[in-house]
């Protein structure tokens, strides 16, 4: 049995602690307001964040890279941007709970992209679990009953552009390093999201800027637990523990910024993560299949 499939519960606690960070990067965001627009303080964040890069700044120099890899590495880096933006708009806009709830909808979308453009099959086990998220997300929205704000269709976009980014890195898994692909990411998105915080651009505060380099800072650490997280545990050990950032959002909206808890949005959210949980499980298993050598006659 590998080192990894060893340390199942150094794994969960590691998820535990990325939950804790990725709730604090949405109540650092929530708190900074919106008299920066959104475009201007997703840019802030990266740029700020790209501190983080320069212990990597040799590697990237002596990374050979072709023209396809920078046209996918260019067209990740856009379609990132746009999630983040929107990322950033949904914050100001919705509750804490709603925004954490409807993120999972992310790796839903990524099992029907694959299935679309990258030609992976799509048994009915996902397509019934495909089908719960959607109705995880009609329990959370409730069209008909309540008003679908700009913040809920921002989050639905939200999800999309981050499923086709991860798609475009699934894409180049095989052909670049992973550190590489997170530090073009950091690069392009900076780039994409310019133009747009340019044209909305005001002047922020020391304390605006101090803020958003609390949330790239603690962003980049939320990325590195998680990726200890994978090393330490299986996916299928991992990802049920991502369902605590819904609790903790739901506490954090309520005790901090005096946001109600809705019941109809923990029901949904538990839905959704209950239908990711199935791909993840499934997809897990079809990977070690993959993997087992034939065997003897």
Known sequence: MSARQDRPLAGALWMLLTGLLFVAVTAAVK?????VPAPQAAFLRYVLGLVFLLPMLGSLRRAHLGARAY????MRGGVHALGVMLWFYAMTQIPLAEVTAMNYLSPVYVTLGAALFLGERLRWPRMAAILVALIGVAVILRPGFREISPGHLAMLGTAVFFAASYLIAKLMADEVAPSLVVAMLSI???????PFALAVWVWPTWSELGWLFLVATIA?????????AFRAAPITVTQPVTFLQLIWATMLGALVFGEGVDAYVVAGGVIIVSAVLVITIREARAK?????????P
Request: aromatic share 8%; glycine share 8%.
């Open 31 to 35: 708190h900074l307001g919106t008299r």
């Open 71 to 74: 046209r996918l590495f260019a």
């Open 188 to 194: 392009w998105v900076t780039a994409g999201l310019f």
């Open 220 to 228: 980049t650490s939320g990325h590195l637990s998680m990726t200890m």
């Open 288 to 296: 070690k299949a993959a993997q087992q050598p034939p065997i003897a």
